[in-house]
Each structure stands twice: as structure tokens, then as C-alpha cells.
């Protein structure tokens, strides 16, 4: 079974990366789209912790797709 996320990434206003991560998202959003949405993030400043605003600036925007196998699974019975 394969899911697919996608990986929304910011610096924080030290500089450190930090991540929201969406599961199932719409797919082939484009640049301009995904970009537009974590620039409004970004700007709401909403987000902070221990008076450090989270999501200061966007970074990057990433799809990952990742593939298991289940060899058996007690909760499916």
C-alpha cells in the first residue's frame, strides 16, 4: 500500500527548518498555487512557540510517496 504526503517547509525565525506535513493531498498543485498558500501562512503569524514564530519564512514544497508491504496485521482479523 502506498500513501502520499505532502511536506510544507518553513524556516522559523532562527533559521531552523520546520515542517507541516499534509496527508492525502490534492494532486499536481503546482508552484504558483503551493507557493501563494505558505507565503499566507508565513504572513499570518500565527503559529509560535516559546515567542519564536514557527513558520517565518517558505522554504520549499515537497510530494513524498512511500510504499509498505504487510507481512500480516492482528488488526485486520
Not at 52 to 77: C, G, M, P, R, W
Request: neutral net charge; aromatic residues 8%.
Amino acid at each position: 500500500m502506498s500513501k502520499k504526503v505532502l511536506k510544507l517547509n518553513f524556516k522559523n525565525e532562527k533559521g531552523k527548518t520546520k515542517t507541516i506535513t499534509i496527508a492525502n493531498p490534492k494532486e499536481g498543485l503546482d508552484k504558483a498555487v503551493v507557493q501563494d498558500s505558505m507565503s499566507k501562512i508565513a504572513g499570518a503569524k500565527a503559529f509560535s512557540k516559546e515567542e519564536v514564530a514557527l513558520y517565518e519564512t517558505v522554504d520549499s514544497a515537497k510530494y513524498y510517496t512511500t510504499q509498505s508491504d504487510d507481512i500480516f496485521d492482528n488488526d485486520a482479523e
